[in-house]
């Protein structure tokens, strides 16, 4: 249940036709969902990019370095957007917190939304070359440039901007979804090197998506997790899961189960020890598990948090992130684990999410941590890109957002 002082997140302000913002009333239909003017919209845009408000900090005080940053990237899906700020409400701690705000899409209602936050600081960024203010040219979607699907020969004759670019599976790029890949690596170099209130900060920052949701305690694995994995041994750590629900109880059973079932086969093959812990309950205390194991795009992308010693040895691998044929920000970045990096992402991950879980409030708060290595059964392998990235100019556009 939302405590009903939160409820004002998620009620909608009453809109009418003399207060629409500057891209007009929601609806559902489509991308642009009214007429705007872009030159209003990129003077606004350049404007917050300029001031860099940070909002409730004479309530809250200034940044400290054992604070959390969380970066939260957001597009306009705005009734995501309203359940993660009721969840980070709700968490312990949030008021030391700063939340950074980054936008790709500008809408006066979602400003109003985030502005309304007065649980911690907040400040609003916004990606400067985003779909909605080029739309008709790059990096949005220029009219000479080739269709996705034309062959290659074909677009040599008509001459359209990016023929000699394909991707390696012969495709042309499609800005709606090149965005998503510039945008997160534009926030997190703007986090790191540029904005004040963040560029000398040394702690943890976490990523997250509009449509997270948190668990009360994020704030306190985080820091436990934090304490229990030096830089040396893990350089990320994970609160994500893809897992729909998280059966801590059933879990359990199914521990005790294979510990069983390996018992009985000892004899025959050499069981190696994994680190997948379950919470157990408990009247007085209980640990949470974590695991640590080789970083993997697909599975420890959601909720994750690193600080500027990881942060710095990744930036320096920027050709590798830019030039790399995969449209995803995460696989890029797994290919500059395996291609780059001198120390691979090593992970630590929360075995309970601490994104999507909304009960188990028995198993919050943990007082410490109970970790262990995974079981390596084989080696990752390298693999080529999901491509939408041959676009010379992607590259271009994204190695110039990069600072060292």
Partial sequence: MV?????????????????????????????????????????????YNLQQTVYNEDLFGPLQNDSIV???????????LRHLIVSLAQARDISQALIVFSHDYYDEEINTLVQSVDFCKVIQIFYPFSIQTHPNEFPGEDPGDCPRDIKKDKALQLKCNNALYSDLYGHYREAKFTQTKH???????????QLDVTRNHSGLVLFLEEDHYVAEDFIHILRLMSKTCSDKICNILSLGTYLKTYNYYGDSKKKEALRAKQQSNKKIVEVQPSWTFQVLPSLYQHPQKVEITPWISSKHNMGMAFNRTTWNEVVKCAAFFCKYDDY????????????????????????????????????LFP????????????????????????????????MSMTIT
């Fill in 183 to 193: 945008h997160w690596w534009w926030k997190v170099n703007r986090v790191f090197n």
């Fill in 367 to 398: 007082e410490y941590l109970i970790s262990s290595y995974a079981a390596i059964l084989k080696k990752n392998k390298l693999r080529k890109g999901n491509g939408g990235w041959g676009d010379h100019r992607d590259h271009k556009l994204c």
């Fill in 70 to 80: 969380i970066v939260i990237q957001i597009h306009d899906r705005i009734t995501y």
């Fill in 3 to 47: 405590p009903v002082v939160l409820h004002k997140f998620l009620a909608p302000k009453p809109k009418n036709g003399t207060n629409l913002g500057l891209n007009g009333s929601y609806n559902n239909l489509g991308y642009f969902k009214a007429t705007f003017n872009i030159s209003d919209i990129k003077r606004s845009i350049a404007q």
């Fill in 328 to 363: 995803n920000w995460d696989w890029s970045l797994q290919h500059i684990s395996q291609n780059c990096l001198k120390q691979k992402l090593q992970a630590m991950v929360a075995k309970g999410p601490r994104q999507v879980l909304r009960s188990a409030k028995r198993y």
